[in-house]
């Protein structure tokens, strides 16, 4: 997929991975991948920049804990960051929606 | 065999800036995802040296980690700020080698008078027609040598004394006046000087002349080169 239509949904990405539970920025890439059947393949070192910020925004909280006998960054949503995912939410399926309504009416 | 996680993390320390926290706990999350990735790649059945190239290739840039483009990311203020610790350090070291050094002229100058640092040498008056010098000259020369002890002078009047000692075990050993007199006097085998002449003296001296006379002149030392070589290079007006 277009690295630029990623970028410009990555927070909403990163959120939602979150909201299925607290995880460190490798096993976030790593479920990103997954769940997108391996269309969401970025450079992972694109990823934490993002984390970054939005755990300075508020959205996201971190902390250290030791999983599988290595010291972690461990990433979980904020209740700012889950009222930001419902509305980012919301705002996707309005606007994928309208977009299938134009291509499927087009064709 | 290079080690390029370790080289990747290493570029990532110089990358990144912040607050000394917020890059300790990057490199550390880094570090933790790139162990993640080499492990899942030898899992996969790569060998360690192809899973640290591919867990590097796939993280991406360090600039991209450190979230900025490579052209606000050189210099860092990490770098800068070092490079400025590094230019005190050095001009601390200087600074305390001009102390030392100047502690050391002080010293020697309490012990030995002002004339050690000065070193002002009697005025060299040049050569006749014949080349010969002025009377007094050798003598002012020796004595000036001996008393101050200077160090090349001094290596060669000892080694004048030495050789004579060595060469005549029976006689009285050679004072420090003539030992100098003799190596003024020593003839070179090219310019051929006359009897009674003083031609080219020992190099050792020639140096130590040379050296005196820009000092007390406080004119350039390769003017004064110039002008008191003159009377030491001297021959006889037949050979010239």
Redo the contacts between chains.
Sequence with gaps: MNAEKLKGNLDMLLLSVLASGPG???SI?SGLREHSGGAFDL????V??AL??LEGTGLLDSGWEVVAG????IYRLTPAGQEALADQTRQWRAFSGSVAMVICGAS | MTEPVEEYLDQLLLTLSGPPRQVR??L???E??L???VADAIAAGLSEQQAQLKAVR?????H????RTALFTRPTAAIARRTVLAGSLVAGVALIALGVSSATAWGLAVLRGGRFIEAPWPRLRPADQQGRLPPGQVQQVVEDLAERGNGEGQVALTGQQVGASTRYPGREPLSVREAGRRLMRRRSRTDGPRSGQVSRPHPLLRRRLRGQAAVSSRRTLAGNTVRCAGPWRMRPPSSA
Excluded: F
């Design positions: 460190h920025g490798y890439i450079a992972e070192g694109t934490y920049p970054h910020r290595r010291r972690r960054r | 706990h990057t550390a999350e880094v933790a995802h162990h993640d990735a796939r993280i991406g840039s360090a991209a980690v450190a979230g």
